[in-house]
């Protein structure tokens, strides 16, 4: 079955600090989501990325839809302590409205 | 604009019990989602509606998973009987195209 890996599984960086995180797979998608996810809530909704070689920006965040379309990357520049949290990456499969979602990289800011 | 609601937030239930969850969509989102997401890892579709019809079910165990979208609006997801390995947390999206946006999820504990 069709499978994302999301790296790296978590990080641990120091307040200021630049985060990239990257999810690659085998398939080919036609959008790439990134969520962020707090304890206890459900995934909300960074950037969406529609188009091979797409670059957007979300205030901090930085997203791209890779040129192969099978993989993502997201950077946070500049962290502050609430980008703590579990960011996921999704891909939605050619011809369907079905997202398959990466396993999540799990970030700590450190004050 | 109101977010995807759900409820309960939370149940807990005996082994062998039955339970039922409740999702009210984005109000005009045609596509709505079931999610599973066990603890450490990404969501993973159960059943997804076009409108009140089944898109995909390929991931829903359907000897004790049944879920509905009456109307084309509302959805519930029913588990009947429970098992322990259904403790996770239970997300609901919806989406107007491409994008999904989820609820805040209902947190089973099955004992």
């Known amino acids: 079955g069709q499978q994302l890996n999301q790296s790296p599984q978590s990080m641990f960086i120091q307040e200021g600090e630049d985060v990239s995180m990257n999810c690659t797979s085998s398939?080919?998608?036609?959008?790439w989501l990134w969520y962020k996810q707090d304890p206890g809530e459900g995934p909300v909704l960074l950037i969406a990325l529609y188009k091979a070689g797409e670059l957007t920006s979300n205030g901090r965040l930085t997203a791209q839809f890779g040129i192969t379309r099978k993989d993502s990357f997201l950077n946070i520049s500049a962290s502050i302590p609430s980008d703590v949290g579990i960011y996921f990456c999704a891909g939605q499969l050619v011809g369907t409205y079905k997202y398959i979602f990466g396993t999540g990289t799990r970030l700590k800011v450190l004050a | 604009e109101a977010g995807v609601a759900q409820s309960p937030r939370y149940k807990i239930i005996e082994k062998r019990q039955s339970v039922a969850f409740w999702c009210n969509p984005i109000s005009g989102h045609a596509t709505l989602y079931w999610y599973q997401q066990i603890l450490g890892q990404g969501p993973k579709l159960l059943i997804q509606?076009?409108?009140?019809?089944?898109?995909?079910d390929s991931q829903l165990p359907k000897d004790r998973f049944s879920a509905e979208r009456l109307k084309g609006v509302d959805s519930t997801l029913k588990i009947q009987p429970a098992k322990l390995e259904d403790s996770a947390v239970y997300l609901c999206a919806s989406s107007p195209a491409d994008e999904q946006f989820f609820g805040p999820g209902t947190r089973l504990t099955v004992l």
């Open positions: 509606f076009q409108n009140n019809g089944v898109v995909d």
């Open positions: 398939s080919i998608f036609n959008t």
